[in-house]
């Protein structure tokens, strides 16, 4: 099974700001399959990344995927007050299909 | 615009079955893969099954054990999940999600979930 490790646990910054977010595959993820999903309180996640790097439809460019093999990289270029939730990742090319722990991003 | 309806959950005691089912409506249920993905309160994501669009193939988590069955209707545009012999770990905001393709894995669109809660 493949474990996703992100990094941070908690990111801590504000409006404006840049948000780098990390995960960390204990073994080569297959052909880049690595997603990344957004989740704010009481609500269900939401797709943002696929592919590493393809955006979902509807999703603002202020947010770029990035990586292959075991590193991959969430960026928010310039957080907006709604981007202020829980981030996930997911690997999907190799069986069992697994998710990070999340990352939060919170208002600081 | 997509939308998919849980419905089904709430408080079980433990060894006892329950059935979730999602309503799914604007688009075309019967060429979509789709799964259920559980998150257990204040944790993180787990999927738990998938079943491809025309029902002849299901895949489940391991830790299942059997217990659990994903079941779909294409001509209710609805999905299952039969749960049997429920435990305390399996308390969860239970969510379905439609796959971007058959067997993709990737999960484009989500319900709002629906609260299982195994408790005495």
């Known amino acids: 099974e493949i474990v996703l490790t992100q990094s941070p646990g908690t990111l801590s910054l504000s409006p404006g700001e840049r948000a780098t977010l990390s995960c960390r595959a204990s073994?080569?993820?297959?052909?880049?399959?690595l997603a990344w999903y957004q989740q704010k309180p009481g609500q269900a996640p939401r797709l943002l990344i696929s592919?590493?790097?393809s955006r979902a439809t509807g999703i603002p460019d202020r947010f770029s995927g990035s990586g292959s093999g075991t590193d991959f990289t969430l960026t928010i270029s310039r957080l907006e007050p709604e981007d202020f939730a829980v981030y996930y990742c997911?690997?999907?090319?190799?069986?069992?299909?697994?998710f990070g722990q999340g990352t939060k991003v919170e208002i600081k | 615009q997509v939308q998919l309806v849980e419905s089904g959950g709430g408080v079980v005691q433990p060894g006892r079955s329950l059935r979730l089912s999602c309503a799914a409506s604007?688009?075309?249920?019967?060429?979509?893969?789709m799964h259920w993905v559980r998150q257990a309160p204040g944790k993180g994501l787990e999927w738990v099954a998938v079943?491809?669009?025309?029902?002849?193939?299901?895949y489940y988590a391991d830790s299942l054990k059997g217990r659990f069955t994903i079941s779909r209707d294409n001509s209710k545009n609805t999905l299952y999940l039969q749960m049997n012999s429920l435990r305390a770990d399996d308390t969860a905001v239970y969510y379905c999600?439609?796959?971007?393709?058959?067997?993709?894995?990737?999960?484009?669109?989500w319900g709002q979930g629906t609260l299982v809660t195994v408790s005495s």
């Open positions: 999600a439609k796959d971007r393709g058959n067997l993709a894995y990737i999960f484009d669109y």
């Open positions: 604007a688009f075309t249920f019967s060429t979509y893969g």
């Open positions: 079943i491809s669009y025309d029902g002849s193939n299901k």
């Open positions: 592919g590493a790097s």
């Open positions: 073994q080569s993820v297959s052909s880049s399959y």
């Open positions: 997911q690997q999907y090319g190799n069986s069992p299909r697994t």
